[in-house]
């Protein structure tokens, strides 16, 4: 901890006014704060302030500690907050700076009373105390203690004031002044501490004043002139003095002033106005004092507020004073009086239902405090209260108003239950109408009287606490008052249930009796009987009203009227009584024997018939007068009339429509009841002829359900006519020409059928008529022509049948799915049918002449049964009684069952019984490419091997059959075979396959075969020297091979052979023994490149004689190759994934899930595996997979295994993460690598030296 005290500088403007020392911790230094000052802090050698400090509001002032965790302030700036100004710093690079709130703390100059802050020097140096200059005196009056300290020297690096010390022995100085300075530390403070350096009154002696000078001169106060108290200035340049002030009243100008001990006296401070002042004021005057709440209400009793602030005004007060607001013993408000006396403090109260005890207080500028006033009681409840409950609304006729309405009795009584102690108010519209006290038991009732004027009234009801809260009103209730009588009931009508007007009166024999009418909306419209209620309604909105009455089966007489009451209450006057009897009694029906009935000419139709002359005459007598009688056509009523006086009735009735009519007759009495009618009376009405059928309605079908509306022919009996919507009781005629063929009667729905057997094979011209039943006959449809045909076409001949190559009208093989079948019918129009066994599977019309050709399309492999029938119009069918027998196919299956057998050491690739189809063409393919065909046994077996030997090397051997029928199959999956060794022993020209060289080319007359060697010998013209047989030969570079040769020569032979192999000698020269000795010839090489090499034997000789010699058992062997045949595992035609050609894998399957690990173990030198060109595959691939196929610096050299995938991009990669029994390993994506052109993604293992290339595109998955 720095023990170095803390000064503190006071600026004002430009010029530094004071500077203190800090005193130590425990104690504080007091300032009074003026407008706009600066308060720099400094510290030790370098005036470096502190970094960080806290801050504390205390009503106004400000206080500051500058140690931390100190509960003390060590400076306090009085009335910091109305007299604000800047708190700042000396950085150690001796810039100034100002203090600021840490983070995003609130500005300290904004803090709330009683809040803390920490604050922080700013990073950024400012120019505000640039240029300062020191007030008179100041530097100079700086003790010894600050020099020490390094103030001054702070003081001249802020405000550039340039100080210089020297000694007082200094010899160097030619001019020595020793006047003291003026003081410039000056602090002054009242017994409480408070500042008083700049004047002012007080109530607590001793004035403390202090400050630092010159050790050893004198600090001396002045009352006016006058010295009152002096202190030696001790060595640490620091000096107090403490002075008692007489208590007068009166105002002391003191000042301070210096002198040595020579007795010379410095300049003196400016004099300090201070006052002694014990006297309290006198307690606040109540009367002088107002107290309200925001919303005016009066307070100074004390109560219940819902409104912050509450404001306290006062007069007649001390200016200058501060006056002094308290809840119990805490100030929460205060202000200074003002010159005319008068003061203001608003207060805001906590909302939180407490009453608070306020009261006031005054405190003079020397801080003495009168008494307080006595504590008013104010609580703040700003709670809205609950609105009324258990409202009742009632008239005073006892009417539930609840929901409003009209009323014509006063008072409406409102009742319910509320907070004790609140007010209920009953308001209209928004005017208070009534109000009332809640009782102890939360109980209240208020009765309103509304004003008789006819108005609707929006009634309400509100709560309002003691505090002033008004509730939430209830929902208003609309309440008229009205004692007017309304108006009776208008457009008055009466019907009874049939509909009957009963507004005369009269008996009905139907309920319910239906009042209906109009009156004013929202009235009840009451129905009496007598006096008695028997029904009611409210009116509509459009004035209308509909009162359905049933009245009782008591056959007496009812007096009905109708009155209003409207909502009030009010009832109107009641309509004139109609008087209604109930009568259901019905009439006894009608007596035959009092009734005639008679058409227009007089026929007596009572016992029913046929007429044509309207009207149809009903009469009767013996009937109750008054009844009416109806004539009813079915249930339709036809005519009507009323019974007279003497019984007598009569009915003519106008029958509209022909046909049949049941006529019958009824009574109905005056109440509605109606008699059972008589019997009906069955009378035909045919006045005019039948109208002819409509062809529409119509419907003509052969035996077969075939139709025949529209003509044409059949081969079966009957032909059935049928129609519909014709007239009950005609006669329908089938007509051949005017031939009636066939007839029937129209039953009484309209419809009838008549069946017709056309006799002979001929056609008929067949119209349909209507007969009535007066035998009045109508016309007939238009005539259609039906032919009837039961002879067969005759049988199908000469029909040609084709594929397109080939002729198959007498059946055979076909690999097309379409036939093209043609022939010629018996006559045009008739139906060719193409059958299948019984199936039709094709047809054609017939064209001109007969002739037809139709397509027949076969769908799937097999053997049909094709027959061809004619259908002639009339359905005869005739079918061709032997089928042809075609089968198709048009799909090869690859060989199955496919061996390689290489035990003789020749290759043998074969295909057991059932391999292929019966005598198919097999071909076979050696690396992809078609080399030989080989007819297949009657059992689908075949056999196939070279004809000559095979050349060193590796071959991939597959096949495929063409059948009979000319469809090719795919290729089989190849099986691999390894040609180790390949010999030439030169039994016969057919295997040579060596050329002859050099001179031994130009004179082949000296060159042949012997059986098992080959003689060479040249000419005289020829020169032996140089190349003798040669061979083009496929090499793997990188492999080793053997070659070795014989030869031998009679006598003393001088030829010398060797080896070439390209253009390099691998052999060199080699004398041949003679004698016929024969010798051996074997070297042993590397090839260096791929591909087809020259192995040509030489002679080194160029003799001409005794140059002679044989060679034979020529043999090549590649020692690379480990063995020869089928690779196991993925070369099996029927289940295996892969082949290997070469240095790669490929795919044989399509959209395959494939698996390496199968192959892994089984092939060598793979370099790639390729997916493509077999749609979507997924290969799942290991880490291991790679470490057993892959090789080393493939494709880069880094020492790691390497393997290329190729695919298409519906192929997926699936990497897998567990490695066999090596647990999880993972792989890591390494990026992008361009091989020969094409891009590949490089993963590689994560445990393992292990890459793989994956071409871009292919979809790749992680485990």
Known sequence: MNSTPLNIMVVNGNEIISSSELPPQGQAIYIKAAKGQKYLITQGKDGAAPEHITVKRVGDDLQVFTQEGAEQPDLIIEDFYTQQGELAGMAEDGTYHTYAAAGDGEAFSMLEDGASATLLLSNTATTGLVGLGAAGGLLAGMSAGMLAAGALAAVAAITGVAVAVKNSNDKGSDHHDNTPPQPGDLSIRDGNGKDMSQGGDFNTSPLVFSGTGRPGDTAIVYDGDKPIAEAIIGEDGKWTIPVTLPEDGQQHDLSVGFKDPQGNEGPRTEPVGVGYDTTPPATPDPADMTIVDGDGKDLSAGGDSKSNPIDFRGENATPGNTVIVYDGDKPIGSAIVGEDGRWHIPVTLPEDGQKHDLSVGIKDPAGNESERTPPVGVGYDGTQPEMVGDLTIRDGNGKDMGLGGDTNKNPIDFSGTAEPGSTVIVYDGDKPVGSAIVGEDGKWYIPVTLPEDGQKHDLSVGVKDPAGNESERTPPVGIGYDATQPEMVGDLTIRDGNGKDMGLGGDTNKNPIDFSGTAEPGSTVIVYDGDKPVGSAIVGEDGKWHIPVTLPEDGQKHDLSVGVKDPAGNESERTPEVGIGY??????????????????????????????????????????????????????????????????????????????????????????????????????????????????????????????????????????????????????????????????????????????????????????????????????????????????????????????????????????????????????????????????????????????????????????????????????????????????????????????????????????????????????????????????????????????????????????????????????????????????????????????????????????????????????????KGEVLYREMELVKGHIYTFSFESWGAGSNLAQLGLMVGSDIVLNSEVLPGGNVHKTYTVTFTATEDGQSRFSIFNDTASVTGNDFNISNIKLVDNSLSSAGVLTGINNVTDEDFTQTGHELLLNHDEAVLDLSKVADQVQDVNSVSLEGHGANTLNISINDVLTLGKEDLYFQDGSKQLMINGDKEDIVNLESINGDKGIESWNALGEVNVNGTVYNVYQSDSHDVELLIQQGIQIQQQ
């Open 583 to 1024: 009568d259901k009694q019905p009439p006894t029906a009608p007596n035959p024997a009092d009734m005639t009935v008679t058409d227009g000419a007089g026929q007596d139709l009572s016992a029913g018939g046929n007429s044509k002359t309207n009207p149809i005459d009903f009469r009767g007598e013996n009937a109750t007068p008054g009844d009416t009688v109806i004539v009813y056509d079915g249930d339709k009523p036809v005519g009507s009339a009323v019974v007279g006086e003497d019984g007598r009735w009569h009915v003519p009735v106008e029958l509209e429509n022909d046909g049949k009519h049941d006529l019958s007759v009824g009574f109905k009495d005056p109440a509605g009841n109606e008699s059972d009618p008589s019997p009906v009376y069955d009378v035909g009405f045919y006045e005019n002829p039948p109208a002819a059928p409509n062809p529409d309605d119509i419907a003509i079908v052969d035996d077969k359900g075939r139709d025949l509306s529209q003509g044409g022919d059949t081969n079966t009996n009957p032909v059935r006519f049928s129609g519909s919507g014709a007239r009950p009781g005609d006669k329908v005629i089938v007509y051949d020409g005017t031939t009636p063929l066939g007839e029937a009667v129209v039953d009484k729905d309209g419809n009838w059928t008549v069946p017709v057997t056309l006799p002979n094979e001929q056609n008929y011209d067949l119209s349909v008529g209507f007969k009535d039943p007066m035998d009045t006959e109508g016309p007939t449809t238009p005539p259609v022509t039906i032919g009837y045909d039961i002879t067969q076409p005759s049988a199908p001949t000469n029909i040609v049948i084709s594929d397109g190559s080939q002729d198959l009208s007498s059946g055979g093989l076909t690999n097309k799915h379409e036939l093209v079948f043609s022939g010629t019918a018996e006559k045009e129009g008739d139906v060719v049918i193409i059958y299948n066994g019984t199936i039709p599977i094709a047809s054609v019309v017939a064209g001109s002449g007969g002739v037809w050709s139709t397509p027949v399309n076969l769908k799937d492999d097999a053997t049909y049964d094709l027959k061809v029938g004619y259908t002639d119009s009339a359905t005869n069918e005739t079918i061709q009684p032997v089928p042809v027998s075609i089968e198709l196919d048009t799909e090869a299956l690859a060989p199955s069952d496919v061996t390689l057998d290489f035990s003789t050491g020749t290759p043998v690739l074969s295909g057991a019984a059932g391999s292929v189809e019966a005598e198919a063409d097999v071909t076979i393919y050696q690396n992809g490419v078609p080399v030989d065909t080989v007819k297949a046994n009657a059992d689908g077996s075949w056999q196939w091997e070279p004809d000559s030997a095979l050349d060193v090397g590796s071959y991939n051997f597959s096949a495929s059959q063409t059948d009979n029928a000319g469809n090719t199959s795919v290729q089989t999956a190849s099986l691999a075979y390894n040609q180790l060794s390949a010999g030439w022993d030169f039994s016969d020209k057919n295997n040579l396959g060596w050329d002859l060289g050099g001179g031994y080319a130009k004179d082949p007359g000296n060159n042949y075969w012997i059986s098992g060697n080959m003689y060479l010998g040249t000419g005289i013209d020829s020169d032996p």
